[in-house]
Nanobody, 127 residues
């Protein structure tokens, strides 16, 4: 069974950085997508970034472009989300999700495209 687990959340001052990790296990195929989503209090969950394992392509929400970087980790099926220049509005619970297959420009941010989800990790940015 596929399992997805996030780590690396915490409290940081505005302008600071955090790196989140997503460890996905229980599968061996290379054609997958790992997406990061976030949900702030009182708001709907939104897509942040996506990494396609088959070719390394990435997608980002406009709100994080230039500040966040999604990348493949050293360990197989580990994906990082490096978050720089953090703002108070980045405060949210961040979720990692896995899909069997790459996702494109429109589909990556659709929650129903993903098969497995982690429990989430809290990121709090104080001003």
């Amino acid at each position: 069974e596929v399992q997805v687990e996030e780590s690396g959340g915490g409290l940081v001052l505005a302008g600071g950085s955090l790196r989140l990790s997503c460890a996905a296990s229980g599968f061996t195929f290379d054609d997958y997508a790992i997406g990061w989503f976030r949900q702030a209090p009182g708001k709907e969950r939104e897509g942040v970034a996506c990494y396609n394992g088959i070719d390394g392509t990435t997608h980002y929400a406009d709100s994080v472009k230039g500040r966040f970087t999604i990348s493949n980790g050293n360990a197989k099926n580990t994906v990082y989300l490096q978050m720089n220049s953090l703002k108070p509005e980045d405060t949210a619970v961040y979720y990692c999700a896995q899909n069997h297959g790459a996702l494109g420009y429109y589909s990556w941010r659709v929650e129903d495209e993903y098969d497995y989800w982690g429990q989430g990790t809290q990121v709090t940015v104080s001003s």
